[in-house]
C-alpha cells in the first residue's frame, strides 16, 4: 500500500542496476552479537555475502533465503528494511531482543507479538493510523514452529521506543495497565508499519533479555538461559526459514 501523496516523496528505496534480487524469505537481525554469528555460520556453509549500505547481508542457496544485520533502533532497522524490500524481500522475520513489562514474563522467555505500539518517531511517517499488528499468517507459521519443538511461546503486546535511558517506570506500568504492553523494543512497531506500508509479510521473534517490571531493572544479558532459548530459537528459524510462509 502507498498513500496518494507518495508521488511527492523526495527518495525512494530502489534497486540498482547491478544489484541482484533476494529470495522472498529473509531473517532481520537486530543485535550485532546474532548477526555476526549468524552471517558467518551462513557464510562457511557455502552462502553468498552481497554489499548491503548500512548491514550486512548474506544469502543461503539451497532452500534460498537471505539474512541481514545488524540493525539497532527503528530508523536504522527501518532503512535496512525498505532496502530488503526493494531487492525483492517478501516474508521478513525480525529475531531480536525486548524487555519484560509484564510480570508473568522473565528473562529467557520468547514472544511471537501479537501487537504492537508505537513509542517511536518513524511509523508515523508511513501510516498516521493505529500501529497495524504483524502477519497472522507469518506468526501463527513461527508459534507452530517453536511450540512443536517445545519452546513455550508468549503472545504479547510490544511497545517500541527511541529511548531506553527515559522509560519511566510510571509510564512502563501504565502502558501494562491501559494497553496491556507486554514488552518494550526498539524496532518492532516501526517495522511492522513499514511491512503493511509496502505489502510483505512481517513477524518477529523476541527473546526477553531483562525485566523492567519490578522495583528494580533486573537485566538478564549473560544468563544462561536467555543464551540458550535465543540460540535455540535461531537454530529452528533457520531450519525452517526457507519455507516459511508458505501458503
Known amino acids: 500500500m502507498t498513500s496518494d501523496s507518495d508521488q511527492h516523496i ?6 540498482n ?20 554469528e549468524c552471517l558467518g555460520r551462513m557464510k562457511q556453509s557455502g552462502g553468498a555475502s552481497r554489499f548491503l549500505f548500512n548491514s550486512g547481508l548474506v544469502v543461503a542457496n539451497d532452500p534460498p533465503y537471505f539474512a541481514a544485520g545488524p540493525a539497532i533502533g527503528a530508523p536504522m532497522a527501518v532503512l535496512t528494511l525498505e532496502k530488503l524490500i526493494a531487492l525483492g524481500a517478501k516474508k521478513v522475520i525480525l529475531f531480536g531482543w525486548c524487555g519484560a513489562i509484564a510480570p508473568n514474563l522473565q528473562v529467557g522467555d520468547i514472544i511471537v507479538p501479537a501487537r504492537a505500539l508505537s513509542g517511536e518517531g518513524t511509523s508515523r511517517y508511513y501510516i498516521t493510523d493505529a500501529t497495524p499488528g504483524p502477519d497472522l499468517h507469518l506468526s501463527s507459521q513461527i508459534v507452530k514452529i517453536l511450540s512443536d519443538n517445545s ?19 510510571r509510564m512502563l506500568h501504565g502502558l501494562r495497565r491501559d494497553q496491556g504492553v507486554g514488552a518494550v523494543d526498539m524496532e518492532f512497531s516501526a517495522l511492522c508499519t513499514v511491512a503493511a506500508f509496502r505489502g510483505i509479510e512481517f513477524t518477529a521473534i523476541l527473546t526477553v533479555s531483562d525485566e523492567l517490571w519490578g522495583d528494580s ?8 538461559l536467555f543464551m540458550e532459548q535465543k540460540q535455540a530459537a535461531l537454530k529452528l528459524l533457520l531450519a525452517h526459514l526457507g519455507h516459511i510462509g508458505d501458503k
Open 10 to 15: 523526495v527518495i525512494h528505496p530502489r534497486r
Open 17 to 36: 542496476k547491478k544489484e541482484q534480487l533476494l529470495p522472498e524469505n529473509g531473517l532481520l537481525l537486530v543485535n550485532p552479537s546474532e548477526a555476526s
Open 151 to 169: 519452546i513455550a511461546v508468549h503472545r504479547d503486546c510490544v511497545w517500541s521506543t527511541d529511548a531506553v535511558y527515559r522509560e519511566d517506570r
Open 217 to 224: 531493572w533486573r537485566p538478564g544479558f549473560s544468563k544462561k
